[in-house]
């Protein structure tokens, strides 16, 4: 288990964006480990809810019956960067929402905006009592979920990068799925896609987020930057509580 070694000197709330494979989860859960912040995945949230959806018969494209069942479940994140957890009903969903049924389904259900307003309602509560600050990684956070974030981060990748990277995440999982390369890149993109397009909070990148091109750098780089820069804002609002 990975300890603080190092302790951002005043609460600051991150908001980390981008899309699948720029390497947000890893980034964001060991720079909140490492800064001794909460860390809060939101799209685990939104296949947590998909695979509740999914296991109550819930029709994933009829977006009416999405909107009157999504406040039926109870969704509970926790925050601890070292053994972040995720259930549903007090089931632990961590496994199952990870499956290709709810990927395959997660963008459907997450273009619903009576879901997203009561998920968006759920993370800034979630933030909002994070005793030490909290890095909050998703699509959404900088621009909706959190536009006053202390500091606002875009993660961008290659397609080709993004889909390695998922391919080698996967072969953990389900050897089947890691397979095929193009397959991966192809899955991507149009999740990307569905993402990018829908009308309610679409992946965007604020206008004032810092934008890291992940493509060339390796994982520990990534991390490194993203603490400088925490490190940064953070020093810098300890002044402004000071004086
Ligand atoms: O980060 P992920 O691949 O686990 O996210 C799963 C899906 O959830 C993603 O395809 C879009 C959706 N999502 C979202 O709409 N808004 C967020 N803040 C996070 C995820």
Redesign the pocket.
Known sequence: METADRTAPAAVIVAI?GP?GTG??STSKAVAGKLGLGYL???????AITWWMLTNGIDVNDPVAVADACVKPVIVSGTDPAAPTITVDGLDAAGPIRSAEV?AA??AV??VPEL?AVITDL?RTIAAEAPHGIVV?????GIT?LPDADLKIFLTASPEARAARRNGELKGTNAQQATDLAATREALIK?DA??SS?KT?P?AKADDAVEVDTTDLTLDQVIECVVTLIEGVSAEKAGRDIR
């Open positions: 964006d699948a947000k989860s995945d939101t799209g685990a949230q939104y296949r990927t997660v963008s997450s273009a997203r993370q990684e998703g699509r959404d956070i979920v999740r569905a993402d829908r909070s992946l």
